[in-house]
């Protein structure tokens, strides 16, 4: 049988890495706070990408496969948490900034603690020649994290919007609305991930889905932080 979902993940590795490498190179270079904290963002996913390509891969078993996907909400929650902390950082809240920074890192720590001790068996699912397997932390720990990530992603979005809109300058306008755009399908290819995905039965269609989109935008945010004049 083939571990559809996993690979589905394997391909998207190999960008998240390069974008990663190419963002610490930038951030070495310019010392940009910002800089960095969208390269500690790739960093994360593509830590959690990792991850998420272990079940069927790596790990065979359904309680080593579950234990895994107890790991990767936190570095998703560190993603969000580095995304997030980047409009603050330009409105120079700093206070608001590191108390914000804080507060997620807590939320993340505590998540993954109450995941990896309700560790049960993940659910396997057959598709021939598809299989793929499903977490099982509950229903309202992945609505939380649902809508948590939904919220921020939304935020970030119309932050980079706005400022688009509201900015003079051409090369600043390109940046803010690629990287509200590449946010912008993070939030569409969460929903058809997390929602169509669970109303479908072939949920690994829905995971191709966003899979494509995933890396449509990252490639978008990676072109707007690295637009010049």
Do not use: C
Request: charged share 10%; aromatic share 16%; hydrophobic share 55%.
């Amino acid at each position: 049988m083939i571990p559809i979902v996993s690979l589905s993940h394997l391909i998207v590795l190999p960008f998240m890495m390069f974008i990663s490498w190419r963002l610490y190179l930038s951030f070495k270079e310019t010392k940009e706070k910002n800089v960095g904290y969208f390269f500690l963002a790739f960093l994360m996913m593509t830590i959690m990408e990792v991850i998420l390509t272990t079940p069927g891969l790596v790990f065979k078993n359904p309680l080593e496969i579950s234990t895994a996907f107890s790991f990767y909400p936190f570095f998703m929650l560190l993603l969000l948490t580095s995304i997030s902390a980047i409009p603050f950082s330009i409105l120079k809240m700093k206070k608001t900034e590191i108390i914000f920074i804080v507060l997620m890192f807590l939320t993340a720590v505590i998540t993954s603690s109450i995941n990896l001790n309700n560790v049960k068996p993940a659910v396997i699912y057959y598709n021939a020649p598809f299989v793929y397997w499903e977490d099982t932390r509950g229903e309202t720990m992945n609505i939380f994290l649902g809508a948590l990530g939904a919220v921020i992603l939304i935020f970030i979005t119309f932050f980079f919007l706005i400022n688009g809109l509201k900015n003079q300058e051409r090369y600043v306008k390109i940046r803010s609305f690629l990287i509200s755009g590449g946010m912008a399908i993070f939030l569409l290819a969460a929903v058809i991930n997390f929602v169509l995905g669970a109303i479908f039965i072939k949920q690994y269609v829905t995971t191709l889905i966003s899979t494509f989109l995933l890396i449509a935008g990252s490639i978008s945010v990676f072109v707007g932080v690295r637009y010049k004049k």
